[in-house]
């Protein structure tokens, strides 16, 4: 199953980027990026989004398909609109001591594929505030407007990754342990 789905990115990239595959190993940079972090408090929902992300596809002519995908985000970024949220959530984060958060891809599994869409099941790794953890994403990846856009979402927990969620008001507004992560990267 794992290898349907590297053939079929192959077969995407050879469709729409003819001019890259020359070379036996491609390496593809996201052109757009967008990271959103969702989570609810004592009082409310909120989210934090951030443009600012970088991403790259690696791509095997070789063996056939995907070699790996890598995300990378500036703590600093993500922004909410509310600048004492965006501080309480940096200090969370370790952002001064870790100011990137890291995504890497370890494993895919392929669920559904119909056309040039494919719905996935990957494993990455996940450095956040310092910490490595294993986690599981739910993604898609599809062929639109002749560029290759990969959705994927994952729920984790942040004590998983040592930090302490965070709270104002002297404790009386917490914000949950689990959060909510989505991103969307053009190729």
Known sequence: ??????????FFVVLV??????ASKTELEAVDVEVVVKGYSTINEWKMISKEATGR???????????????????????SGTSAMERDAYRA????EFPEIFFSLSEIQTR?????????EAVGELTLAGVKRIVPVNATSQNMDEKLVIKGNTQIKLSNFEVTPPSAM????????????EFQMVF
Request: hydrophobic share 40%; glycine share 12%.
């Open 1 to 10: 199953m794992k290898s349907v789905l590297k053939y079929q990115i192959w």
């Open 17 to 22: 980027f003819p001019g890259l595959t020359g």
């Open 57 to 79: 596809l690696n791509l095997d002519k070789e063996n056939g398909g995907l070699r790996g995908l890598r995300l990378q985000l500036p703590v600093k970024s993500l922004k």
């Open 93 to 96: 984060l370790k952002a001064e």
């Open 112 to 120: 559904e594929t119909t056309g040039l869409i494919t719905r996935f």
């Open 170 to 181: 002297f404790g009386l507004i917490k914000s949950g342990d689990e959060v909510s992560v």
